[in-house]
């Protein structure tokens, strides 16, 4: 079945660094991929929208900068905390659309800043 | 994509049925019911799907009700393993739409 592969799964990194999460499509081709943040005990939310080839589109609210988002093939997305500061720690998961059985999702990245 | 409404937390014996509901009140005609769930600090994982007729697979059962507006996921012999929150979402089968999460229902599978 579909695999999209998510690295790193943890990374702790310094108040003021960059962090770079990537998401692999392993055995499709994903035009797309949605890219969430999850914090403690509440539910998934969609940060973004990347399609390769064009421009990410953001939810509302989540910062453009801060969060930026390239798909520089139909097999890579990525997801880069630019200037990370502790309130970004938390749990951010991809997520390619349906080929036969709905959505795929990465196996998820937790993000701690200190 | 249609709202559904889960309850937000479920107990359930182990080795028993775990029955989770879920309303979709407004779900369209071609629109089907999925269900995902998530182990703690893992990615979703897909279950099950169905439009109206009932589903069945190595993981679970899918009960759709006659009008749609409603349905229920079963674990037929729930184990300590599926312990996990579980998200009902409905949308269209090939749709490459975004998918806004509810709150989903955390089952705790008891010993």
């Known amino acids: 079945g579909a695999v999209v592969s998510q690295h790193p799964s943890w990374v702790i990194c310094k108040s003021g660094t960059s962090v770079k999460i990537e998401c692999r499509s392993l055995?499709?081709?994903?035009?797309?991929m949605f890219w969430y943040r999850q914090f403690p005990k509440q539910s998934l939310m969609l940060m973004a929208t990347?399609?390769?080839?064009?421009?990410?589109?953001?939810e509302q609210g989540v910062e453009k900068d801060k969060f930026l988002i390239n798909h520089a093939s139909l097999t890579l997305s990525t997801l880069t905390v630019t200037s990370a500061h502790p309130e970004d720690s938390s749990f951010y998961i991809c997520?390619?659309?349906?080929?036969?059985?709905?959505?795929?999702f990465g196996s998820g990245t937790r993000l701690t800043v200190v | 994509d249609a709202k559904t409404t889960q309850p937000p937390s479920m107990d359930c014996a182990e080795g028993r049925a775990a029955n989770l509901p879920c309303n979709h009140s407004t779900i369209s005609g071609n629109e089907y019911v999925y269900w995902y769930r998530q182990i703690h600090s893992q990615g979703p994982q897909y279950i099950i799907h169905?439009?109206?007729n009932n589903e069945t697979n190595e993981m679970a059962s899918l009960i759709i009700t006659e009008d749609r507006k409603s349905s229920t996921l079963i674990l037929p012999h729930a184990t300590l393993r599926d312990t996990a929150v579980y998200y009902c979402?409905?949308?269209?089968?090939?749709?490459?739409?975004?998918?806004?999460f509810g709150p989903g229902t955390s089952l705790s599978v008891i010993p």
């Open positions: 055995d499709f081709q994903a035009t797309t």
């Open positions: 990347s399609n390769e080839g064009s421009k990410a589109t953001y």
């Open positions: 169905g439009l109206k």
């Open positions: 997520s390619a659309p349906p080929l036969n059985y709905g959505y795929t």
């Open positions: 979402i409905v949308r269209f089968e090939t749709s490459y739409d975004k998918v806004i």
